[in-house]
């Protein structure tokens, strides 16, 4: 059974520039989340979606946003890139809400801002 | 709020020395318990979970117990090996304040085994 799928795995962008990560969750999972793991600050919640929606929300500026399509896989998306953004952005999947469900995580998305 | 709080690293042992990483939350309700960890340039794996006080969970030689009354969840192994190194997570599955439903993470403890 796959896993929970990222791309791409690393990318470059300019300072300004707009991103998008893309991510696919595990077969039967519904549940959807983002991460954001930059150096020295431990992973910090970005968002979390289910059955299409978003369901809640990290501490975070509204030039990070996402989606979930109807086939549960999800894009994160990043305006006005700044040079902290440069981060591993995490995607992990779900089964459901309930808590005790184990959620697994994808490899990631490595993106430096120069 | 529900948080964790990990020991701060980084942590150096010997191999087949005995590990222990402290982990302490905050929560809500009735937490379930996780500990992840994250190899070199790679992504978080589950290492082991708990969902209900008392419970132990158990891999590859690791253990925590979830002890409500003292609300920790500390993660041990009895003699550790060069491929343990990476770094540890402990992380909690619970509702949050807005009846949303969030998984909290520590902020890791980096452990390096030297032969």
């Known amino acids: ?114 | 709020g529900n948080s964790v709080t990990q020991m701060e690293g980084p942590v150096t042992l010997s191999e087949e020395a005995f590990l222990t990483i402290n982990c302490t939350y905050t929560a809500t309700g009735y937490p379930s318990l996780f500990w992840y960890v994250q190899y070199p340039g790679e992504g978080l794996q589950l290492l082991l979970k708990a969902t209900k006080a008392d419970d132990k969970g158990s891999n590859k030689g690791f253990e925590a117990t979830y002890r409500k009354e003292t609300t920790s969840f500390h993660l041990e192994k009895g003699s550790v090996q060069v491929s343990d190194s990476a770094v540890y997570f402990c992380a909690l599955a619970a509702y949050s304040g807005a009846g949303s439903y969030q998984l909290t993470f520590g902020k890791g403890t980096k452990l390096s085994v030297i032969p």
């Open chain 1, 1 to 114: 059974e796959a896993g929970v799928t990222q791309s791409p795995t690393h990318l470059i962008k300019t300072r300004g520039q707009q991103v998008t990560l893309r991510c696919s969750p595990i077969s039967g999972h519904t549940s959807v989340y983002w991460y954001q793991q930059a150096l020295g600050l431990g992973l910090q919640f970005l968002l979390w979606y289910d059955e299409g929606e978003e369901r809640n929300r990290g501490n975070f500026p509204p030039r990070f946003s996402g989606r979930q399509f109807p086939n549960y896989s999800s894009e994160l998306n990043v305006n006005a890139l700044e040079l902290e953004d440069s981060a591993l952005y995490l995607c992990a999947s779900s089964t459901g809400v309930i808590s005790g469900n184990t959620i697994y995580f994808g490899e990631g998305s490595w993106l430096t801002v120069v």
